[in-house]
């Protein structure tokens, strides 16, 4: 087993659950595009309540906002990579939030392969 | 609690059908209303009416209209009234708020007086760490999920807080969801357990997760905390209150 230990920056996307892009659902097209540009990992949450800059309030039992529960997607990368996504993302989304925060990542891994 | 004497009492005139941010008006209100503390607040129904507009609403029996009058009325002090009429003004939008000078010959009192008031809760500020744990949904440890076992394991360390996440869609550490099921929902789905407390502690758990997690990432972010606890360090002298203590 392999444990390696670096400085990096996460990025948490917010936004609701019916965001579309190119007809597609937005959180899927972000993954879409992360994976494309190399970056290390991304991972979809889907939030059960909430609201944000509509203030609406997102509820996903409630079947008239079923499919706009929030959305938080997280990506951990080298500062290097996020930069690549941002443009990206300022394309694609078109009402949300990102928030950018620094890190301290331990890594481990089965196979010493690829940094 | 209002006491008997002189108060405020504020009507505000809404259409039923009026939305707020694509929610009634009215609950708006009421929200607001009870989450600054009011003391009451009535909301009534007209049956028939017209306002600015000078339409006539009214319901028929064929139909049912949303734009029949409703009204809602509280009483409270000069200064309550005075620091909520700001916001209540944006809430009602084209609505009309009313306000009277009345006098409160006898005020509510709480139906079901309680059996002992709970202890007042302690708000804590601070700097820690956050601890993210990123698996895999699959992944074991011994006999268990290895989600379940790191949250045994920090809470046997006095970790003072872990909840465990499920992504619903997602790629990274595991290089076989990279490969094959990058973009389908799997049942090996990303696993997030995200821990607060201080560094320390934190970091005097890490032997143990390197034991444990063969594969994946550890994160740690800096973060203010503000904590809400019914029990203070050290002055914990009250019976545990029934549900009430969940923090």
Redesign the interface.
């Known amino acids: 087993m392999m444990k390696d230990q670096f400085q990096a920056r996460m990025l948490r996307i917010h936004f609701g659950e019916g965001d579309k892009w190119q007809g597609k659902p937005l959180h899927e097209a972000i993954v879409a595009k992360c994976m494309e540009l190399g970056m290390a990992g991304a991972t979809v949450y889907r939030g059960i309540e909430g609201y944000g800059a509509s203030t609406r309030i997102h509820h996903a039992s409630h079947w008239t906002f079923s499919k706009d529960a929030p959305i938080m997607l997280t990506i951990i990368d080298s500062e290097e990579q996020i930069e690549k996504l941002i443009p990206h993302l300022d394309a694609m989304v078109e009402e949300g939030l990102i928030a950018m925060s620094h890190v301290e990542v331990i890594r481990y891994s089965r196979s010493p392969e690829k940094a | 609690m209002l006491s008997a004497g002189k108060a405020l009492k504020v009507s505000i005139y809404l259409s039923e059908g009026s939305k707020h941010?694509?929610?009634p008006t009215y609950s708006s209100i009421l929200d607001f209303l009870f989450y600054r503390g009011v003391s009451g607040a009535t909301v009534l129904k007209g049956i028939a009416g017209f306002g600015a507009d000078h339409h006539m609403h009214s319901a028929s029996i064929v139909e049912i209209s949303d734009h029949l009058p409703l009204k809602i009325e509280f009483i409270e002090s000069r200064e309550k009234v005075s620091e909520l009429l700001g916001k209540l003004e944006e809430l009602a939008g084209t609505g009309m708020i009313e306000v009277q000078e009345t006098t409160l010959a006898k005020p509510a009192q709480i139906s079901k007086p309680k059996t002992a008031t709970p202890p007042a809760h302690v708000k804590m500020e601070g700097k820690a760490k956050m601890m993210r744990i990123?698996i895999g949904e699959a992944d074991r440890w011994k006999d268990k999920p290895l989600y379940n076992a790191l949250v045994e394991a920090m809470r046997a360390n006095d970790i003072a807080g872990v909840t465990v996440?499920?992504?619903?869609?997602?790629?990274?550490?595991h290089?076989r969801m990279h490969k094959d099921k990058?973009?389908h929902l799997s049942h090996d789905c990303?696993i997030?357990l995200s821990a607060v407390d201080t560094e320390d502690k934190l970091r005097s758990f890490?032997p143990l997760?390197?034991q444990m997690?063969?594969?994946?990432?550890?994160?740690?972010?800096?973060v203010d905390i503000i904590k809400y606890s019914y029990r203070a360090l050290g002055v914990d002298q009250s019976e545990p209150q029934s549900g009430s203590a969940a923090v």
């Open positions: 941010h694509g929610v990123y996440y499920r992504g619903i869609l997602g790629y990274g550490a290089r990058a973009l990303s997030m890490l997760v390197d997690v063969e594969e994946g990432l550890v994160v740690f972010s800096d």
